[in-house]
């Protein structure tokens, strides 16, 4: 079964980055997204019906403007996706967003390879010259990953966004190619680096 897996990139620690499928992962993403724990710092709070979910599907097929890709471990489950958006081939920038439902893999690495897969793949194949990003304050996991990736804040919009009871800020942040070199050549040594 494994020389039938379909591999698009590949992390190095082993995360796979594939084609979404609708037939194998509707089902997976429509529980997802309708998941509070999972959902909980994602733009679309509202139920979704599996029809909803569907059209997402669809949307994504055959637009230039977009890349996303299902992550899975390197034993084949399915964890969530990964992606560029708002692509602009012209500025050579691109939005990054990442959402991995599969709560029971978290705090194992494998959405820190997926997104470094994917940048390598933003900057070294499609020369892109910046990613950018925005992370909900309240959201520390993704702040974390953000920042370990190299991202920069470069700005703030205050009390954006209503989570919890509360309204908080929405960060955004962006990387250059020379930025995210110098953590991609510690992240295969398997280090970290530091910011000041």
């Given at each position: 079964?494994?020389?039938?897996?379909?591999?698009?990139?590949?992390?190095?620690?082993?995360?796979?980055?594939?084609?979404?499928?609708?037939?194998?992962?509707?089902?997976?993403?429509?529980?997802?997204?309708?998941?509070?724990?999972?959902?909980?710092?994602?733009?679309?709070?509202?139920?979704?019906?599996?029809?909803?979910?569907?059209?997402?599907?669809?949307?994504?097929?055959?637009?230039?403007?977009?890349?996303?890709?299902?992550?899975?471990?390197?034993?084949?489950?399915?964890?969530?996706?990964?992606?560029?958006?708002?692509?602009?081939?012209?500025n050579q920038v691109g939005t990054m967003g990442i959402a991995l439902f599969a709560k029971d893999q978290w705090h194992k690495g494998y959405g820190k390879d997926a997104v470094m897969a994917l940048l390598e793949y933003a900057f070294m194949r499609l020369n892109l010259r910046k990613v950018r990003?925005?992370?909900?304050?309240?959201?520390?996991?993704?702040?974390?990953?953000?920042?370990?990736?190299?991202?920069?804040?470069?700005?703030?919009?205050?009390?954006?966004?209503?989570?919890?009871?509360?309204?908080?800020?929405?960060?955004?942040?962006?990387?250059?190619?020379?930025?995210?070199?110098?953590?991609?050549?510690?992240?295969?040594?398997?280090?970290?680096?530091?910011?000041?």
């Open positions: 079964m494994e020389k039938d897996r379909v591999v698009f990139l590949k992390g190095l620690r082993g995360t796979v980055l594939r084609p979404m499928n609708k037939e194998t992962d509707l089902d997976f993403f429509y529980r997802g997204i309708n998941n509070p724990e999972a959902n909980h710092y994602l733009q679309r709070y509202l139920p979704q019906t599996k029809a909803d979910e569907e059209k997402w599907f669809d949307a994504m097929v055959g637009r230039t403007d977009r890349l996303i890709l299902a992550v899975e471990t390197p034993d084949g489950e399915l964890l969530g996706s990964v992606g560029l958006h708002e692509i602009d081939w012209r990003s925005k992370v909900y304050s309240i959201n520390q996991r993704s702040l974390a990953l953000h920042r370990s990736c190299g991202g920069v804040q470069e700005g703030t919009a205050r009390q954006e966004i209503f989570i919890d009871g509360q309204f908080h800020d929405v960060l955004y942040f962006g990387i250059f190619r020379s930025e995210w070199e110098v953590f991609f050549a510690s992240y295969k040594e398997g280090s970290v680096v530091k910011k000041s």
